[in-house]
């Protein structure tokens, strides 16, 4: 399997890793995160200039028809600089979403809106309660005359609070833990009966709870087939939580470099602490253990490329869970090299620990993925 990046490959890689480190200095990306917002108007439109929220935009909606590859590269060096811009939610979920099963009649106007920044989606699916089970939706969607009534409770929305569209799954048909009968709608984040409420999380991304309390919506926020969301469900899932792997990948990599350059410049006893042995171990396990994640990640992004998406399923089940025993790792070790300053607010490693574990934590953790890849077995 060749991982040599093409030339076009490489340039996007480039470009995007200059914007991270031109703007996300970590005191930079500190003041950041302290707005209301949590992030920045000018380099959400800055992305949308360099054609980066126009990725993963079919062609033929006059986006760039990118591959996983791509993703991979851009959410890498967002991991590096922990950017906080909603590129997940908005430019890798929402546009590989509504692009796939958006309703034909407003497909090109919100991939459109996605592409130059004006739009912005945020996927609605986890409930209080459901754990990681994507299959639990008690969040119900009533049909009425001309479409739908919805109500109901999400949790942890990632920009929820940022979103003009929400990605909503709700239950049009069965039990509640069933999973066929699920359906996915587009829900005007402004909607009467919407009620959003944002707040910072531990790594400072922000996120939302969000209420529906009698939303209609018509037929045209349907996406896909009524009562057979589910697959669908699952298949933009895969798609976040890929994007999210590489960005682990990137802020594990940031975090090593930091490590390194700590255990060259601090002294002990007249000599740089990088020259005792036991550390050396401690580092070149690090740098394996960041090797390894990087490698399951081009694996998964060579079987999303595929037309297998079982297989792709299956290989971004493994890299999930693989992501999160070595980002656990990588950071305890970062943690531990620095001494108890690791883990202050002032020092840029206990951001990328908390980014490192709130990322672990998002639709499924690594003790859930092994479960899921058991039972593929």
Known sequence: MDF?????????ADVVGRFVEKEYDFEARRRLAATPQGWSDAHWSTLAEMGVLALNIPSEHGG???????????AEAFGRGLVLEPFLSSAVIGAKLIGRAGHEARKAQMLEGLADGSL????ATLEPGAR????????????????????????????????????????????????????????????????????????????????????????????????????????IVDQGIFALCAEAVGAM????????????????????????????????????????AKSIVYF?????????????????????????????????QAVQLHGGMGMTD????????????????TWGNTEHHVELYGAFL
Do not use: N
Not at 262 to 284: D, E, M, N, V
Not at 300 to 319: C, F, P, S, W, Y
Not at 346 to 361: F, H, N, P, S
């Open 4 to 12: 040599t990046l093409v030339e076009e490959e490489q340039m996007l």
């Open 64 to 74: 760039l028809g990118a591959g996983p590859v791509e993703t991979m590269l851009v």
């Open 120 to 123: 912005k989606t945020a996927l």
């Open 132 to 235: 990681f089970d994507l299959w639990s939706v008690a969040t119900t969607a009533e049909p009425t005359s001309g479409g739908f009534i919805l109500t109901g409770r999400k949790g942890v929305v990632l920009h929820g609070d940022s979103a003009d569209i929400l990605l909503v799954s709700a239950r049009t048909s069965g039990e509640q833990t069933d999973k066929h009968g699920i359906t996915l709608f587009a829900v005007d984040a402004r909607a009467p009966g919407v009620s959003v409420k944002g707040f910072p999380a531990l790594d400072g991304q922000r996120v939302a709870e969000v209420v529906f309390d009698g939303v209609r919506v018509d037929a045209q926020a349907v996406i896909g087939a009524v009562d057979e969301g589910y697959p669908l469900l699952e298949w």
């Open 253 to 292: 990599s940031r975090l090593t470099d930091l490590t390194f350059d700590y255990l060259r410049t601090r002294k002990q006893f007249g000599s740089p602490i990088g020259k005792f042995q036991a550390l050396q171990h401690r580092a070149a396990d690090m740098l394996s253990a960041v090797e390894q």
């Open 300 to 332: 998964a992004a060579a079987k999303l490329g595929d037309d297998d998406e079982q297989a792709a399923h299956r290989a971004v089940t493994a890299a999930k869970a693989l992501i999160g025993k070595s980002a656990r790792y990588v950071a305890q």
């Open 346 to 361: 002032e020092l840029a490693i206990g951001w990328y620990v908390k980014r490192l574990t709130c990322i672990d934590m």
